[in-house]
């Protein structure tokens, strides 16, 4: 999880598990994940330095933020490479405490074909699988930003070079890796601002709106635990959204209540809402 080497974690295989020995195994990984935290801002704390997580996907992020009252007297900043990032890296430590800043170890890699002409219309499953092939952690990646037959790769400074000479093929299509200069040189996503109206700010209602999804489709994701708010599991669907907080639901994309609320003629609340596929 902590990107110290290149080489993937193994873990048990779950297939013909029985319930009891999956939620004892996921019961272990997260007591081990929270130690992990204690532990970086601990020594964050009384060594003075500043401590870094590999990547935490949403699932991880909701565990932190359980312990993020135990991590406080550390400090902490947690950054993702780009706006809005699904990915991102716990940094503990803060410059007031420590009277000097870090950078987060986080570099972009720019994905490109070697010709354009015949590259294959790839997607986010493609680049993903054809890094995991190369056998590294995913902790050590974040986000991955896909255009035009192209990519841009969010990882640890750390892999950044053993990806660049090691990633020749996604799908069949021969790609050349180069790390970008700067923020300049990375394509900033533009979300699509979206109006709607709803009944209320309950976030099954929003969700069910934005996606044009029936309630009931919608209490389905979280009842099966698909709903993040600001990183956090939303297990109440109930719960009232406020603006600029940002909402994820796994397998639909996300959005964020982008504007102050206003009231129609016919008594509904209508927002700007904006949407990240």
């Not at 009931?216 to 669907?237: I, P």
Request: net charge positive.
């Amino acid at each position: 999880l902590w990107g110290q080497g290149h080489a993937r974690q193994k873990y048990p295989r779950r297939r013909g598990f029985s319930e009891m020995e999956r939620k004892h195994s996921d019961e272990k990984e997260i007591h081990q994940l929270r130690n992990r935290f204690r532990d970086l801002a601990e020594k964050s704390f009384r060594q003075g330095i500043y401590t870094f997580t590999g990547f935490l996907g949403l699932s991880e992020q909701d565990v932190f933020w359980q312990e993020a009252g135990k991590l406080s007297h550390a400090g902490y900043r947690l950054e993702g490479g780009c706006q809005a990032a699904d990915r991102v890296v716990a940094r503990f430590g803060s410059p007031e405490e420590l009277g000097y800043e870090v950078p987060f170890p986080i570099v972009c890699v720019h994905i490109r074909p070697l010709a354009q002409k015949f590259a294959d219309d790839l997607s986010h499953r493609d680049f993903l699988g054809a890094l995991m092939n190369l056998g590294i952690e995913r902790s050590t990646i974040g986000d991955i930003k896909v255009g035009e037959r192209e990519a841009y790769l969010f990882c640890l400074d750390s892999i950044a070079g053993f990806i660049c000479e090691n990633l020749s093929q996604v799908r069949h299509t021969h790609v050349k890796c180069s790390l970008t200069e700067g923020p300049a040189d990375i394509p900033q996503e533009e979300p699509l601002s979206v109006s709607i109206q709803v009944q209320s700010f309950r976030v099954d209602a929003v969700l069910a709106k934005v996606y044009n999804m029936s309630r009931e489709k919608s209490l389905e994701l979280f009842r099966a635990g698909k709903v993040y708010v600001d990183g956090r599991l939303c297990g109440n669907n109930a719960r009232q959204l406020k603006c600029g907080e940002t909402v994820n639901a796994r397998g639909y994309g996300k959005f964020m209540l982008a504007g102050e609320p206003r009231e129609t003629k016919k008594g509904k609340l209508a927002v700007e809402v904006s949407l990240y596929r």
